[in-house]
């Protein structure tokens, strides 16, 4: 039988950490099966890069194409951290020095093309002539590309037409899926001609894979703890499949690098060099993080044009305790891929809204996901709003008028509010706008510049 290797990364979010003892052991990998002619691929599954670290903010992703170059990966998908957290221009030349291939079939400019920059599919062949068509396919965001540039297709019906280019020009074909394990399971009993799918975005954990059909479904958790590995035998005379088997590396008990300690620190390092440029004046009565998360609510009202906002403060991380900020000292203390949103709600419905946002949960809740980069939540700040309790109630004014029950507001929040389970208000809002690509600390930033009453 002929071994065909493939190892697969997904999720890494710049978690740089344990990348020192990745790279080496798909550098090692490759060199020993190579050596004993046996054939290898290397891929990553999306979400490599993630703003928060100041390498991939610095370079704008460029740093992790470097990186993914380095280690020898044969091809990537793109997830949503790529796709929709960089403007346009950043993710058009995100890949401009790549040495790998970037699978993308659901991804395409307004005029209905593939950017030059992805292919749907490629093919791979192995010493022995035989064919591995691997296709990639990113999460289904397609509004939010829209709002950048892009046009972004349904996933499936995206694989049912590459299959069909397929069928007849590879022996196994492999999904690199950007889409979750629910996508992937559903995949995997609508298309059994896919032999092997390997999954990423909801950074689940398949140790020893998962057979569903004829389809082997690998996946590597987050954050670089893992590295999958996916040995395939295939018999060359026939080009038939025979066996497929997933494993996972955990990266803690990979072999300790002399060095890796100056490497991640290095990576750290070159980021906040390149974000140390000095952009604004901080005003004294601004630098403690809850006069901050004050300030950037009602920027975040200001900006949008909004009525009124309101935010938690879990999203300022730390004081600012220089004089002058840099691009570095923001992303410190407001490190989120988030958004400005603003939903319309009216009177009734927004004052269900905020007498929610009163609730002493809010302080001690922790989130994970969602863009949300802290660890708790932080109460709630407001901005054009004033809550106080009368003898019937809660009184609630908008900008000192009272609040009209018919009248629609404009109400301005990240947008990590709108797709979580928050509000159900929120959540149910037929009108919401969503302002892309700026994050929150853009907005800092604005604030700061404009030379405006930041109290």
């Known amino acids: 039988m002929e071994e065909i290797h493939i190892y697969h990364t997904n999720d890494l979010h710049s978690h740089f950490e344990h990348w020192p003892r990745i790279h080496e052991l798909l550098v090692s990998r490759r060199k020993w099966h190579t050596e004993v002619g046996e054939d290898v691929f290397m891929f990553d599954i999306g979400d490599h890069m993630d703003r928060w670290h100041p390498l991939s903010d610095g370079t704008r992703g460029k740093g992790n194409t470097t990186l993914l170059n380095k280690a020898g990966y044969d091809a990537a998908t793109i997830g949503n951290n790529e796709g929709i957290t960089l403007p346009f221009k950043d993710l058009n030349t995100l890949y401009d020095d790549a040495t790998f291939q970037v699978l993308v079939a659901n991804l395409y400019t307004e005029d209905g093309k593939h950017p030059q920059w992805v292919k749907p599919y490629s093919i791979y062949k192995t010493k ?16 939010f590309y829209h709002l950048l540039g892009w046009r972004l297709t349904n996933p499936l019906e995206e694989l049912s037409a590459q299959l069909e280019n397929l069928k007849e020009k590879a022996d196994i074909i492999i999904l690199l ?30 140790h020893e894979g998962k057979l569903i059909n004829n389809s082997l479904l690998g996946a590597a958790g987050k954050f670089g703890m893992y590295v999958g590995h996916v040995r395939l035998q295939v ?16 990266s803690n008990k990979l072999p300790f690098l002399d060095n890796e300690d100056v490497m ?9 060099s390149i974000l140390s440029k ?9 630098k403690n993080k809850h006069d901050m998360a004050a300030m950037l609510c009602s920027a975040l009202m200001e900006w949008c044009e909004a009525d009124c906002a309101f935010l938690n403060k879990g999203l300022i991380l730390k004081d600012l305790e220089k004089d002058v900020v840099t691009p570095y000292d923001l992303l410190s203390i407001c490190p989120h891929p988030i958004n400005p949103c603003v939903v319309e709600l009216s009177g009734v419905e927004l004052k269900e809204v905020l007498t929610q946002t009163l609730n002493e949960k809010w302080a001690d809740l922790q989130l994970k996901g969602l863009g949300f980069r802290g660890t708790v939540m932080g109460s709630i700040v407001y901005a054009g709003i004033t809550i106080f309790k009368g003898s019937k109630g809660l009184n609630i004014k908008i900008n000192n008028e009272e609040l009209v029950r018919e009248k629609i507001y404009r109400l301005a929040i990240p947008d990590m509010f ?11 809002a037929k009108h919401k706008t969503y302002y892309l690509p700026e994050f929150l600390r853009d907005l800092i930033e604005w604030k700061l510049k404009s030379g405006k009453d930041c109290s």
Not at 265 to 272: A, F, V
Not at 418 to 428: K, L
């Open 235 to 250: 018999d060359p005379i026939t080009k038939q499949l025979i066996h497929k088997k997933a494993i996972l590396y955990d």
């Open 177 to 206: 899926s950007h889409l979750g394990i629910n996508e992937d399971e559903q995949i995997a009993e609508q298309f059994p001609e896919i032999d092997v799918i390997l999954g990423a975005h909801t950074h689940h954990i398949l």
């Open 128 to 143: 022995s002539g035989i064919k591995l068509g691997v296709i990639g396919l990113t999460a289904y965001f397609s509004h």
């Open 418 to 428: 709108t797709f979580g389970r928050f509000f159900p208000e929120i959540h149910r």
């Open 278 to 286: 000095e952009i604004a004046k901080v005003p004294e009565e601004i």
């Open 264 to 272: 991640i620190s290095e990576l750290y390092e070159n980021g906040k």
